[in-house]
């Protein structure tokens, strides 16, 4: 079974299959690759990672989205298309936490190359974020609260823009609650005022970007609805 084998799933045939108690989506082996994957992955960026406090405050999101996906997986799996999203997400976030975002190395090398003169790799992830998790939280509305027609990726926009307002405030009250030092790696804002507007804004583009996605891939398959 390839990744994408559940390709922009019906949202109706996904409430149908949760009203019934039948998994969405049939069983595979791939979601355990892919969290060994991560698994070892994280591992090794966990070793000796720039800023401890700042990893450690950047992993909680993590430890409790991890654990939330196991959990869920054994009765609400999701299509093999959003683990995918997912772990993509969760390395690059990952990748950010080692280095701290305003210190990744990619992020200046797209600097220079780009001739910019910010490190822009927290940018990548907030964008990432919208066009990533968009999918997989498509899927877990239309099973959970079950809506109709297309509305399971405008909602899905929607959860995006309150996640991304939600980790916004936490930076806040972190920096108010934590050493400066260890806040100003967190918050990252590297001298902009405008951080977390501009952060907020990147990550609603591409929620919406994929929820457009989603809707003309929906509208042009024999059969489909719109959405």
């Known amino acids: 079974m390839t990744v994408l084998s559940t390709p922009m799933d019906d949202p109706h045939a996904i409430a149908t299959a949760s009203a019934a ?18 698994a070892v992955f994280w591992a090794i960026m966990a070793i000796a ?82 066009l990533l998790m968009c999918y997989p939280l498509q899927e877990v509305i239309a099973r959970t609260a079950r809506p109709k027609d297309g509305w399971p990726p405008v909602f899905a926009v929607m959860v995006v823009c309150t996640f991304s307002l939600a980790y916004e405030t936490i930076e806040w009250v972190v920096a108010a609650v934590v050493s400066p030092d260890a806040a100003m790696a967190f918050l990252g804002t590297q001298g902009d005022e405008f951080d977390a507007q501009k952060d907020g804004a990147l990550a609603a583009l591409g929620s919406i970007i994929t929820a457009a996605a989603i809707h003309v891939i929906r509208k042009r398959r024999p059969g489909g609805t719109p959405g």
């Open 21 to 38: 108690g039948a998994p969405a989506f049939p069983r595979s082996a791939l979601p355990a690759c892919m969290l060994a994957f991560y």
């Open 49 to 130: 990672p720039l800023d401890r406090t700042d990893w450690l405050l950047e992993n909680l999101l993590v430890f409790a989205g991890v654990a939330w996906l196991v959990w869920r997986h054994r009765t609400h799996p999701l299509s093999n298309a959003s683990y995918a999203f997912i772990t993509v997400f969760f390395c690059l976030h990952t990748v950010g936490s080692h280095y701290t975002y305003s210190e990744t190395p990619i992020g200046f090398w797209i600097s220079d190359l780009a001739g910019l003169e910010r490190n822009h790799y927290d940018r990548i992830v907030h964008f990432s974020f919208g």
